[in-house]
């Protein structure tokens, strides 16, 4: 069992910068591949950002490649999603996620969620 809480959202303007943490219970995150979802009002949870378990191997779609930037601390059981450059329609519940096997933008991939943070950004 991974129990993940998600933090660190809240509101900003466009164009600035937010981090949000998940922080993962038990002594296995190292096994898992980490995720980062998200879900605005009235759309499908979409897939943000992705992490091997070494960290060695990050995956971003268009949408948010060059502004967001993920990372993994192991050793304190987090992973860390960075974003930058912040836009009206980045709005939504942010959500991260870990899969035993391997990152992957579907959602049925990964065994564990949080239960979500909110990212606002006014324009």
């Known amino acids: 069992q991974v129990q993940l809480v998600e933090s660190g959202g809240g509101l900003v303007q466009a164009g600035g910068s937010l981090r949000l943490s998940c922080a993962a219970s038990?002594?296995?995150?190292?096994?898992?591949?980490m995720g980062w979802f998200r879900q605005a009002p009235g759309k499908e949870r979409e897939f943000v950002a992705g992490i091997s378990w070494s960290g060695g191997s990050t995956y971003f779609p268009d949408s948010v490649k060059g502004r967001f930037t993920i990372s993994r601390d192991n050793a304190k059981n987090t992973v860390y999603l960075q974003m930058n450059s912040l836009k009206p329609e980045d709005t939504a519940v942010y959500y991260c996620?870990?899969?035993?096997?391997?990152?992957?933008?579907?959602?049925?991939?990964?065994?564990?969620w949080g239960q979500g943070t909110q990212v606002t950004v006014s324009s």
């Open positions: 996620a870990a899969a035993i096997k391997r990152v992957s933008e579907r959602l049925r991939a990964y065994d564990y």
């Open positions: 038990g002594r296995t995150f190292s096994s898992y591949a």
